[in-house]
């Protein structure tokens, strides 16, 4: 492991220094998924073309790989001259520390609002200045699978009562009623956003997941009692931690399970012939709340302080910002263009769209909005109320002296 | 003349090497003991020390108490387990019949896999629902039996136990099988005909002269249950708490929540716990190689 890091170190360092000599642009991406590797490309390629005087270099990292080591490409002095990341705390904390460079003026409209929704200014900003391109954003829904509740002669939960009711329903006919791959804790993740902003309010979530309330607070007992209440009646899937997201995923697609709180990108995954039996609808309503929150990951771009050739990155960005680049990447993915002047790309995402205007606000997502440490604490914590009920307290207690911790500073 | 030059040439020989040692591998141990007093940002973001408080922390910390634990746990079982069945098979094997070396190839294949590799097809053994373990307890008619082998808390550090036992027993039965060949055959022959019994041959002639490579599967046992790391973390994606080791839980905390001040001090008790069976191992050693 550590020497497949050190060679990547190396290759990516190697690159970066054979890029100072020339008129060169290295792109640090972590879209290692096949779809998105290849239309990113095409993006770049658009771009190449038109700045035929550029060369640009793309290094392809896997996911979790590249989170671990972009803070030592940040640091360094052969940075990239790009990288792929995401809006909100997490790109506010490498701004913080001024390992980034502002982008307030490379936007082709003027200015940022020209090209994007107003909502996405403050989690691509830090004290006022821009420091993130969005490129791309998707919403987490409740995913079902249309055979079963057809089946089963199942309607639509709107509010939490619906949904227990539909549960025992699915439960009783053998099947269960809530797929999780919890070996891949961060699908508990979203459960802690949907259902503590469901209980509490959007305004509390974002209080918590700022460490600003206390986990121990009666609010968020009550909104992981809801978790821990759907797991005492069996309504999760049984041996949830042993599956990753895909193999839960499967399961929902077989029709062994009938829904799945996830990420628009499950669809990705679904095999074609039941990609048109698998649809979405929006978290239920709890204790009669009917403003909402959703999760709306937000990806793309920022350029490090350090990086050699800052004026191809500015160019580069200012391609990604218009509405042809932002179609180009968007279209082919089915995803949600952040430039307010590209078409909704199809049907599904327009019902995406809708439910995310209706919400009174948006979050990023757990391990986005909250540091690292806190998110994957906080998710543990909430697989083991899944796994356990009944220690729901013991678990709040060591998680409130994380948060503690973890937020001193 | 000629004696400083036989002195010098060795030295000039050994320069790049000990040089490059002494900058990858003893300074690193070094920078390791410093930033481990240092505050979590400081590799990255300028330093600040802050004593002993990341040692203070591992007291404290549940968590670490489990990775610690659970090193203890494949410490006793590396020991445990494959040093007496790696030399039962050696044994076994020391003899010609036919198909030894087949059967010899057979058990040596596990350590021909990589971690990764072996981590991930277990994995799929141990899976609840389609996988090998329980589908055979199924068919045996033990459902009773069958378990969430790297999902449930009280399973977990066994199941992946047994796969690094799994691995390690047939790295000792070649450590044996070789010390068995210097094992002189006019020694147990001279043993039978004194009237020693193959239970007496074995304790009293074999066992003695596997000394040294008893402790050198020890030595070599200890230290990779104490670096236990790769099966951990591909088998649980590294988020197990339960399943948590030292190494696992060193690079968690410096490298998925950049710690780098936490994760030093777990890495300097790491490796204050292995340095010690190392230099217990090297005594040994010397004390073999002075006494010849």
Redesign the interface.
Known sequence: MKKVLAVIVACVVAGAAFAAGSNELVINSYMSDQAPKETFQKVVDAFQAKNPDIKVTVNTTAHEQFKTLLPSWLTSKQAPDVVTWFAGYRMQSFAEKGMLEPINEVFPGGSFEAEFPGAFKGPSSYNGNVYFMPQSWYWWAVYYNKNVFAKLGLSIPKTSEEFLVICEKIKAAGIAPIAIGAKDTWTAGGWFDYMNSAVNGGDAHVKLTKGEVPYTDASVKKSFGYIAELSKRGYFMPNAASYSWQEAASVMFRGEAAMYLMGQFIKDVAPADVKDSIDFFKFPVFEGRTEYSVDTPTDGFMIPKNAKNKEAAKKFMAYLATAEAQEAFCKPLGRLAANKKVAVPNADAKRGLDMVLGAKSAMQFYDRDAPEEMAAKGMNAIVDIIANPAQLDTVLTALDKERVRIYAK | MTLKKDKLLPWAFLALPLAMYLIWVILPVFQSLLFSLTHR?TI??GRKFIGLGNFV?LVQD?QFHIALANNLVWLVFFVGIPIPLGLGIAMLFNQEYPGARLYKTLFYVPMTLSF?VIGTIWAWI????FGALNTVLRLLGLEGATR??????RYMTLALVFVGVWRQVPYVMILYLAGLKNVPEELVEAAMIDGASWGQRFRHVVIPMLAPATVVAVTISVIDSLRA??IV?VMT?T?A?AAEVLASYMY?SA?????YGYGSAIAVVQFAITFAFIVAYVNNTLKNELQR
């Open positions: 940002d990255m973001y922390r549940p990764a141990y899976h609840p629902d969430q082998w790297l999902g449930d808390k790391f790769d973390y994606n988020k708490r968690s490298f998925h929540y950049q710690d």
